[in-house]
C-alpha cells in the first residue's frame, strides 16, 4: 500500500460491505509528526487554526468573494510609487498565500513579519497574484 502524504492517513475500512475510511492510528501520526519537517508541520498547524476559527482557506477563495483569512505574515514590503504609496503584506495559513494591499500607506503599527492576523475584503487578482486590497483586519494574539 502506497503512503499518502499528509497528517491523517485514510486506511479502508469494510464494515457490512461497505467501505469506510477511518483515520490512521495515533502511532502512525506519531511517527508522521516526528518525520515531518517545520515548514509542513507550520502549515498543518496554520490550517488547522484558520479552520477553527471559522475563516476561508486561501486556496480555496475566489475572485470577486468577500473573504476572511486568518494566517501569519511572511513579509511585508513598503512600495513607493509615483502616484500611491503602498503597503504589502504577504498572508500565509498553511493552504497558500495572499497578499494584502494598503493604498496610500507607508506603515501600520503591528503590521510585521512573523505577526498574526485576520483579514476580510473582496479577493481579487492582479499581476498573477492573489490580493485584497485595503482589508479590514484585526492583529491576534500570541
Known amino acids: 500500500m502506497a503512503a499518502v502524504p499528509g497528517p491523517v492517513r485514510a486506511e479502508p475500512h469494510y464494515a457490512g ?3 469506510e475510511t477511518r483515520p490512521a492510528g495515533w502511532w502512525s501520526r ?11 508541520i507550520d502549515a498543518q498547524e ?10 476561508d482557506r486561501v486556496s480555496a477563495c475566489r475572485k470577486g468573494e468577500v473573504v476572511t483569512v486568518t494566517g501569519r505574515l511572511k513579509s511585508v514590503v513598503y512600495t513607493p510609487r509615483e502616484t ?9 495559513d498553511g493552504s497558500g498565500s495572499v497578499t494584502l494591499v494598503w493604498l496610500g500607506r507607508r506603515r501600520i503599527p503591528g503590521i510585521e513579519p512573523g505577526r498574526s492576523l485576520t483579514a476580510r475584503g473582496r479577493f481579487a487578482a492582479f ?7 485595503n482589508p479590514w483586519y484585526e492583529l491576534c494574539s500570541g
Open 17 to 19: 460491505g461497505v467501505t
Open 30 to 40: 506519531a511517527i508522521q509528526r516526528i518525520t515531518a519537517d517545520d515548514q509542513a
Open 46 to 55: 496554520l490550517r488547522a487554526e484558520s479552520a477553527s476559527a471559522g475563516c
Open 84 to 92: 500611491v504609496p503602498t503597503l504589502e503584506a504577504e498572508l500565509f
Open 127 to 133: 499581476d498573477g497574484r492573489q490580493v485584497i486590497y
